[in-house]
């Protein structure tokens, strides 16, 4: 079994490319999806594909460096409230523009957490440029309660050791397949394959061999392989134990499954 533990099929260039796209994945043994929210505005779109699409999940929240509303801790758990949502975010913290005020941004990410307290869901995270900030406020915030994955992982071992403490997991992307992350590749030999999801980031970040085009999420086979490498496994263990994480860190997928 395959799962992609973090896609966003509603921002795929064309309007009839979400649909497409996921015929193609599941067409390439992909089962299981996590459509994963970046903005409020999102909600009804996202939930209308998730039940026509009932092995597509999704989740609400407001990316770091989202637009639009920005609404209660409280009015993000009441939103929550249906099954095929799964988790809170994309949350986090994002320092891709240099030097500044991140201060919103941190009171962002800590009502997520507080949400996803609420709601009784694990938080989905995005880390950019801000390891030690992220780990500072998911230890301030005791997130290890509520528990979840960074998504998109691509910092050193102390980072990742940091976040196993806390009970998180880790989803590796395309990036893993770069030229240029052999540091990622390194580290990723030694963590721990019951700790790891594996994602596309769709429509981003595209793995070798497919940079430059849009992202679909039946590559994350492309991960998958590359993963079994470093490890010296085949890619149906892989696939096969990063599902049953996927389904361990989200109790409501497995509710569905």
């Known amino acids: 079994m395959i799962v992609d533990s973090h896609c966003h099929f509603h921002l795929l260039e064309r309007p009839d490319s979400a649909d497409a796209a996921l015929a193609e994945a599941q067409a390439a043994g992909v089962e299981y ?13 996202l939930l209308a594909f998730s039940e026509r699409h009932p092995n597509v999940f999704t989740s609400i929240g407001v990316h770091p460096c989202g637009q639009g509303s920005d609404p209660s801790a409280q009015a993000l758990a009441a939103m929550a409230d249906h099954p095929q949502v799964i988790a809170i975010g994309e949350t986090g913290l994002d320092y891709g523009n240099g030097q500044g005020d991140y201060g919103w941004q941190q009171d962002r990410f800590r009502r997520h957490v507080d949400a996803a307290r609420l709601a009784g869901l694990p938080i989905i995270v995005h880390s950019r440029l801000a390891p030690a900030d992220t780990v500072a406020i998911l230890r301030e915030t005791n997130a290890q309660d509520v528990g979840g994955v960074i998504h998109c992982f691509v910092e050193d071992a102390k980072t990742a050791n940091a976040l196993l403490a806390l009970g998180f997991y880790l989803s590796l992307s395309g990036i893993l397949t770069f030229r240029n992350a052999e540091a990622l590749r390194e580290t990723v030999t030694e963590l721990p394959l019951e700790r790891l999801l594996v994602e596309t980031d769709c429509p981003y970040l595209a793995p070798v061999p497919h940079r430059g085009q849009e992202n679909r999420p039946g590559w994350v086979s492309e991960v998958i392989e590359c993963i079994a490498r470093l490890k010296g496994l085949s890619p149906e263990d892989v696939a096969e134990q990063t599902a049953n994480n996927f389904f361990h860190c989200f109790a409501r997928a497995q509710a569905r499954r």
């Open 33 to 45: 999806f996590c459509n994963v929210a970046v903005a409020i505005e999102e909600r009804e779109r």
